[in-house]
Nanobody
Framework: QVMPVESGGDSVQAGGSLRLSCDAS?????MGWGRQAPGKEREVVAS????????WIADSVKGRFIISYDSATDTMYLQMNDLKPEDTATYYC?????????????????WGRGTMVSVSS
């Protein structure tokens, strides 16, 4: 396992969409996306356990963000729709997590360097 690498961050207007990608080669058993806005703590917004077909989405982005994983390329995606100014943050890919309480992924071993998402009103 090497440090994951994110891509896809950009500047968009409110209501727009972006798709983030992460090279998650070798990650097991689960992985996720976190974000950190200026002056705020980092929060995990989505996680996925591909081998069990399970995923989790934070309430703050539920209905707008979709996490997915392509096993053919070991790539994790975060589709972000209906973006809002409060989604502005640096988004990080996290890998080699532990699936907690059968519900979400935590205790990640690796974090990427992040990709910036800026949403203007």
């Amino acid at each position: 396992q090497v440090m994951p690498v994110e891509s896809g961050g950009d500047s968009v207007q409110a209501g727009g969409s972006l798709r983030l990608s992460c090279d998650a080669s070798g990650s097991t058993p689960c992985m996720g996306w976190g974000r950190q806005a200026p002056g705020k703590e980092r929060e995990v917004v989505a996680s996925i356990y591909p081998a069990r077909g399970k995923s989790w989405i934070a309430d703050s982005v539920k209905g707008r963000f979709i996490i997915s994983y392509d096993s053919a390329t070991d790539t994790m995606y975060l589709q972000m729709n209906d973006l809002k100014p409060e989604d502005t943050a640096t988004y990080y890919c996290a890998t080699n997590g532990a699936w907690i309480a059968g519900a979400w992924c935590d205790h990640y071993e690796y974090w990427g360097r992040g990709t910036m998402v800026s949403v203007s009103s």
